[in-house]
Nanobody, 124 residues
Framework: QVQVVESGGGLVQPGASLRLSCAASGRTFSANYAMGWFRQAPGKEREFVAS????????AIADSVKGRFTISRDNAKNTVYLQMNSLKPEDTAVYYC????????????????WGQGTQVTVSS
């Protein structure tokens, strides 16, 4: 099975930046699996944030974070990143990293493997 572990969350003020990391296991994992970032705030359903294809050539970004968040990956390190800039209180949530088979595309749903989540809190 595929294992993913997120890190990099924390408490920051509005307007600050955070960089989340997701380490993925498996020697042949990187080139075959798309990676996605999702978030869930208290009392709300989980929502899509960003995703990137196995090759890294395709990405998808949610409208709510477009222009502020950027997803990237380093297949040599089996690591995916979510750079979050200009953070708002509305961004407060548990952020989850997920994986699914997809070499060329960056799907927005139907992910199979999930990390434990990392808390991001934006507050003054």
């Amino acid at each position: 099975q595929v294992q993913v572990v997120e890190s990099g969350g924390g408490l920051v003020q509005p307007g600050a930046s955070l960089r989340l990391s997701c380490a993925a296991s498996g020697r042949t994992f990187s080139a075959n699996y798309a990676m996605g970032w999702f978030r869930q705030a208290p009392g709300k359903e989980r929502e899509f944030v960003a995703s990137i294809s196995g090759t890294g050539d395709s990405t998808a970004i949610a409208d709510s974070v477009k222009g502020r968040f950027t997803i990237s990956r380093d297949n040599a390190k089996n690591t995916v990143y979510l750079q979050m800039n200009s953070l708002k209180p509305e961004d407060t949530a548990v952020y989850y990293c997920a994986a699914r088979l997809s070499f060329y595309y960056a799907p927005r749903d139907n992910y199979d493997y999930w990390g434990q989540g990392t808390q991001v809190t934006v507050s003054s």
